[in-house]
């Protein structure tokens, strides 16, 4: 019994939870000469981690790949909007009162920060209070555009949850890179 609740919440953590893919891809367009790819430089420096992140996958791919501003040296420009970026976060919880009651949390709970996750629910020497662990939570969407008119090729859109934000954003994009077009 134990190993298979072990065994599912370890896949639970390590495949993370995302919403339905939601994409459209332009009828009829060949995307097999595609070959450049542009990755737009976001609207806000600090969520180029997840440009980056297409910018990675896409090289995984074979493409040529820049990151940049608007030109039309490249097949395709990809766009990258981030909806929503939350990171994971820890909280001490204390389980005893003032009278050493387990049943009622008399306490104020506490955020604590540290990646160290705790697998037996408490921290060192803190016998009295359990660390809970919300997951990161990373909504983004991206576009092929073709650089002369900036018509929409393809769109895709995702939500997903992981452990932290880096597995949140990689986990995104390999998410939309199953029906991504460019393959």
Do not use: H
């Amino acid at each position: 019994m134990k190993i298979v609740g072990a065994a599912t919440i370890l896949s639970l953590i390590l495949t993370g939870c995302f919403a339905p893919l939601r994409t459209v891809t332009k009828p009829g367009m060949d995307f097999s000469k595609i070959k450049n790819v542009l990755v737009l430089e976001p609207t806000y420096p600090e969520q180029r981690f997840v440009t980056d992140e297409f910018a990675r996958q896409l090289m995984a791919r074979g493409y040529r790949v820049r990151v940049g501003e608007p030109d039309d040296q490249s097949d395709v420009w990809l766009q990258i909007t981030v909806s929503q970026a939350v990171p994971d976060k820890k909280y001490l919880v204390p389980l005893k009162g003032a009278w050493g009651d387990r049943s009622v949390v008399y306490n104020a709970v506490t955020e604590i920060s540290g990646r160290t996750l705790y697998p037996s629910g408490a921290g060192p020497g803190v016998d009295d209070a359990q660390i809970l662990v919300s997951n990161a939570t990373v909504s983004l969407s991206a576009r092929l555009l073709e650089p002369g008119t900036r018509e929409m090729l393809w769109s895709g859109s995702v939500t997903y949850e992981g452990l932290d934000l880096d597995v949140a954003v990689e986990g995104s994009v390999a998410s939309l890179f199953k029906r991504f077009p460019l393959q």
